[in-house]
T-cell receptor
Framework: AQKVTQAQTEISVVEKEDVTLDCVYETRDTTYYLFWYKQPPSGELVFLIRRNSFDEQNEISGRYSWNFQKSTSSFNFTITASQVVDSAVYFCALNDYKLSFGAGTTVTVRA | DVKVTQSSRYLVKRTGEKVFLECVQDMDHENMFWYRQDPGLGLRLIYFSYDVKMKEKGDIPEGYSVSREKKERFSLILESASTNQTSMYLC??????????????FGPGTRLTVL
């Protein structure tokens, strides 16, 4: 069974639009961590955020924000006022012992 | 900054060849990982290691082996390469301090093509 589901395969937006990436996870553990990584065209995955299972506070970092809802097992990621440099593949991941990745969402921001 | 380097960005090998992919990290991390990335499947864990000479199977270890003789180096070995092992291979490392849930730092990847 897939532990992390990113239902959106590709999203295309025009610059300055907001974009929300969905992530739904599955685990039986009470202690776990959730992550978002960005993979730009250069290929190297870049860590964006880590959130533990006991902290449901939303987080904002510049144009990025994350909404963690334990009740729906979701950890969604929003890019506000998107820019061309945001074009990348974004991965959601769950670590409940090992890190399990979703399939990724390709975001294309057009000028 | 953490630096994870991989020996090659691109590699082309023939079926049946023995292939070595090398990964080196410079931050004294205890944990090291090998993943393969395929379209629509995300990253899948092949093997990981929590310490020198220790290794554990990930989700898809078949056809692969690993070696960790030094803390900073983690090698992935394809004993007899096959075409279904054509993929992007990513190495990562993380510190053990604070538990098992720390963020992983990734190398640039090696795109392996097996003909």
């Amino acid at each position: 069974a897939q532990k992390v589901t990113q239902a959106q395969t590709e999203i295309s937006v025009v610059e300055k639009e907001d974009v929300t990436l969905d992530c739904v996870y599955e685990t039986r553990d009470t202690t776990y961590y959730l992550f978002w990584y960005k993979q730009p065209p250069s290929g190297e995955l870049v860590f964006l955020i880590r959130r533990n299972s006991f902290d449901e506070q939303n987080e904002i970092s510049g144009r990025y924000s994350w909404n963690f809802q334990k009740s729906t097992s979701s950890f969604n990621f929003t890019i506000t006022a998107s820019q061309v440099v945001d074009s990348a593949v974004y991965f959601c991941a769950l670590n409940d012992y090992k890190l399990s990745f979703g399939a990724g969402t390709t975001v294309t921001v057009r000028a | 900054d953490v630096k994870v380097t991989q020996s090659s960005r691109y590699l082309v090998k023939r079926t049946g060849e023995k292939v070595f992919l090398e990964c080196v990290q410079d931050m004294d991390h205890e944990n090291m990982f090998w993943y393969r990335q395929d379209p629509g499947l995300g990253l899948r864990l092949i093997y990981f290691s929590y310490d020198v000479k220790m290794k554990e199977k990930g989700d898809i270890p078949e056809g692969y082996s690993v070696s960790r003789e030094k803390k900073e180096r983690f090698s992935l070995i394809l004993e007899s390469a096959s075409t279904n092992q054509t993929s992007m291979y990513l190495c990562a490392s993380s510190t053990l301090a604070g538990g098992l849930y720390n963020e992983q730092f990734f190398g640039p990847g090696t795109r392996l093509t097996v003909l």
